[in-house]
Nanobody, 116 residues
């Protein structure tokens, strides 16, 4: 059974921090490129951050560069997105995607709300 589950979303004040986690079961994330995407109300889905497959690096959208960090914990078979200095415009449902040579898995999403 192949599954991705996001967790860690919630309500946070502007300037605060939150960490999302993407956990896999049934396959090993180490070999997959992992992307975090988000979709805000009335907006198109956009890529936020990506960590590439084995031996690969990371990429970030300009809007989050310097504030967000994507990382792997292979022992736990998870990928995290550390989000700092959050802004109201970061409010969105965040989705985890795992991709390996055309095989593509999505989580159900986790809502992040940045509001005072």
């Amino acid at each position: 059974q192949l599954q991705l589950v996001e967790s860690g979303g919630g309500l946070v004040q502007p300037g605060g921090s939150l960490t999302l986690s993407c956990a896999a079961s049934g396959f090993t994330l180490e070999y997959y490129a992992i992307g975090w995407f988000r979709q805000a109300p009335g907006k198109e889905r956009e890529g936020v951050a990506c960590i590439h497959g084995t031996g690969g690096g990371t990429d970030y959208a300009d809007s989050v560069s310097g504030r967000f960090t994507i990382s792997r914990d292979n022992a736990k078979n998870t990928v995290s997105l550390q989000m700092n200095s959050l802004k109201p415009e970061d409010t969105a449902v965040y989705y985890c995607n795992a991709n390996y040579y055309g095989m593509d898995y999505w989580g159900k999403g986790s809502l992040v709300t940045v509001s005072s």
